[in-house]
């Protein structure tokens, strides 16, 4: 397939989430990529063979996916995992023992997790700090600072960090700046584009989008990065089966056309929780009241489908508004057709120490929705309900 117009201009969006890396089948034409079903590969003789000797190093149906979402980045290169912590582990492995990393504060708990529980036991360090304000990444860096991670939009809290700042001091004193774009999705923002150096995705969320499978995607325009990335790729092993590859690949097809409703529906839901008496505070990057929205509207093409909210009450009535929602469904995860509800406190970020979750903001009054695909009338009077009822309950 010619996957470039006329003017020599790359297609659009949409038109590379569902053909770049898909073109139709050699062997028999069909018009939807095959599962490679396979764990190894005849050779033509010792050491020759068309590219593929043992699908951990390499799979035709993860290349396409690998080819399809590296495009999607604005990257040279993309290399598929198995989770998203598997891609963020291989990211970490571009470090060594005693190298320091400035974190943002505001992070998934499993990424919390693996670096201060698994990989601190290994020599890494780590400085958290509140990245949306760029100074604070400026100031924590020490002699051995290799490496800047954020999140933007972070998890659970939705701050949005200034990628052009953070990128200008990673140039002005050397550590690569890696990207969790996972929130965002490549259709509202690409890190590499504002200077990023790695991107990574939990490609489980979004890009799969039908909480259906689950792996982990980075990307980057460095070929040593590549190199790198795909030597511990292979010597780890850490990657998705042909079949994650092909359900990945299948629902990135959509993605664009998701995220426009995930984000329609996310916007109503904020605009009510901010109007709702029992509702302390809406993170949403998407309403004017958002400290970084206008960032939020130079850095990306929209505001995506999640909102966090405080309710005005302890843990119980948290509890009581979050059982009491009929078309959200009480998950981990997000980025599904489906509308999810997440208590981060006890669920996604409960690996966090108390005093730590606290500090940042992660309090027992916190809830956070994944706004789905459904009709956005039907998600507004679901929560409106589910609060409505847990406050005459608590005869607030």
């Known amino acids: 397939m010619k996957l470039s117009r006329d003017n020599g201009s790359a297609p659009g969006f949409q038109t590379r989430a569902i053909h770049v890396g898909q073109g139709a089948d050699p062997t028999t034409g069909a018009t939807i990529l095959p599962i490679y079903q396979t764990s190894t590969y005849t050779q033509e003789d010792v050491g020759v063979h068309k590219g593929f000797d043992y699908s951990r190093t390499a799979n035709p149906t993860r290349k396409a996916l690998e080819q399809c979402l590296a495009s999607l980045e604005n990257a040279d290169y993309g290399l598929c995992f198995s989770s998203g912590m598997g891609a963020t582990d291989a990211v970490l492995k571009l470090l060594s023992g005693g190298d320091h990393v400035v974190v943002s504060d505001d992070v998934y708990g499993g990424t919390y997790r693996l670096f201060e529980r698994v990989l601190a036991r290994f020599g890494l360090s780590f400085t958290w700090v509140d990245a949306s304000v760029p100074e604070n990444v400026a100031g924590a860096l020490q002699p051995n600072t290799r490496m800047i991670w954020a999140e933007t939009p972070t998890n659970p809290l939705l701050k949005v960090i200034d990628l052009p700042a953070l990128a200008q001091i990673a140039r002005d004193h050397g550590p690569i700046l890696a990207v969790d774009n996972t929130f965002a999705t490549p259709y509202l923002q690409n890190p590499l584009d504002l200077g990023a150096d790695v991107v990574v995705h939990s490609t489980t969320k979004y890009i799969g989008g039908h909480s259906d499978v689950v792996g982990g995607f980075a990307a980057t325009r460095n070929e040593e990065t590549y190199q790198t990335l795909k030597f511990h790729q292979n010597a780890i092993g850490a990657v998705p089966s042909p079949f994650d590859a092909w359900l990945t690949l299948r629902g990135v097809k959509t993605l664009a056309l998701r995220m426009r ?23 949403y990057p998407g309403l004017a009241s958002h400290p970084q929205h206008e960032l939020a509207r130079r850095q990306m093409r929209g505001f995506g489908g999640i909102v966090s909210f405080a309710v005005k009450g302890d843990l119980d009535l948290t509890r009581t508004v979050a059982k009491g929602l009929k078309i959200f469904s009480l998950a981990e995860s997000l980025g599904g057709v489906e509308s999810l509800c997440c208590h981060p406190a006890v669920m996604t970020h409960a690996s966090i120490p108390r005093a730590d979750r606290e500090a940042r903001g992660v309090t027992d009054a916190l809830l956070r929705l994944s706004c789905g695909i459904e009709e956005s009338d039907d998600l507004v009077a679901d929560v409106v309900d589910a609060l409505d009822r847990a406050r005459v309950a608590a005869s607030l």
């Open 261 to 283: 409703e995930h984000e329609n529906n996310a916007r109503a839901v904020a605009e009510a929780l901010a109007a709702h008496p029992l509702v302390e505070r809406v993170y």
